[in-house]
């Protein structure tokens, strides 16, 4: 199974950049999420769009400033950025699952998905 992340780079703050991720071995009928695993850190958990109940959900630090989105013509996951901080700088990585999940959470963590893209970087300079 793969997935194909990208749209990352280095961008200034206060930058936008909008990531994608592809899941054409899927029939579009699963959630996909994004997280982040900064250096040194763990992964955390940015957004997710379930397309089983049309929830969203957003890490409390990049609500307002980032969005997720589908096309569904196209199969695709955006993750809209906007207003980036230096703090946003991580590894970006997309994944998703053959069961059903739903993205009306509080938290999303990394075991709710069993299928993981490569990652791609983006950098914010201050």
């Known amino acids: 199974v793969q997935l194909q992340a990208s749209g990352g780079g280095l961008v200034q703050s206060g930058g936008s950049l909008r990531l994608s991720c592809s899941t054409p071995e899927f029939d579009g009928s699963n959630a996909v999420g994004w997280f982040r695993q900064a250096s040194g850190k763990e992964r955390e958990g940015v957004s997710c769009f379930s397309p089983i109940d049309g929830s969203t959900s957003y890490a409390d630090s990049v609500k307002g400033r980032f969005a997720i989105s589908k096309n569904n013509a196209e199969n695709t996951v955006y993750l809209q950025m906007n207003n980036l901080k230096p703090e946003d700088t991580a590894v970006y990585y997309c994944a998703t699952d053959a069961s059903p999940i739903s993205c009306d959470t509080s938290e999303l963590h990394v075991e709710m ?6 990652g791609t970087e983006v950098t914010v300079s201050s």
């Not at 998905?113 to 490569?118: E, I, K, P, S």
């Open 113 to 118: 998905f069993g299928y993981w893209g490569q």
